[in-house]
């Protein structure tokens, strides 16, 4: 069944034992004014088809877009959301209350049902309408949006740190493995020596001693060269082998 509408006092009327929020907060707080710059009722019309005529009422709307926002805003988790909004009078004051509330007025777990019965392409109003505070304050220009900049996350993955010694083995190893593969016999194959000088370089420069293991690293672009050197002499005459 579609949500009912927050319950909300009438202009200037007071509760005799409690106050009201917009007495207790600093109304020129951000939240409070993007409150008053956000069309709330949007948020009605374009979720509100997703119910069914009859059942038991859904959560208002408004608290549920609200909670999504400062989740979003505030980089939070949904258990966080909810924990803060009960300490925060600025979260409630954002959220449509009147009055500040000790408990909440919805379970945990129905942010996550909220956001499933919604979907993923619906959720986008709630961004549109975020732009949309955002250029009737006159914070942003509609030039502004043109362009988007999007700043991913670098994820680690399973690949090992490139060092010099570590770049100059491996083509001594590829190159033995594909002269072997294609039948190219080689003058000699580095690859004993190539193993031995890795490892001095990492046992010299945990040592601390840089320039014996650059003599080392020296050594290793010789041999290097030296493998290129002999399979490109001897593939000389099968041009099936070269690279164009």
Known sequence: MRPSPIATPAEGESDLFRNRLDILIDMRHELVRLAGLIDWKRFDGAFGELYAEKGRPGL??????????????RGLLDEQTCAQWLENAYFQYFSGETYFQAKLPLDRTSMSVWRGRIGPERLEALLAETLAAAKRAGAAEPSQMRRVTIDTTAQTKAIAHPSDSHLLTRPIEWLNRLAKKQGVALRQSYLRLGRRARREV??????????????WLR??????????????????????????
């Open 60 to 73: 208002p709307t408004r608290p549920m877009a609200a909670l999504h926002l400062l989740k979003h805003a």
């Open 202 to 215: 990492a046992r010299l420069m945990q040592a601390g001693a840089r320039k014996q293991a650059e003599r």
């Open 219 to 244: 050594k290793l672009r010789t041999w290097t060269g030296r493998v290129m050197r002999d399979i490109a002499r001897k593939i000389a005459d099968r041009p099936e082998l070269l690279i164009t």
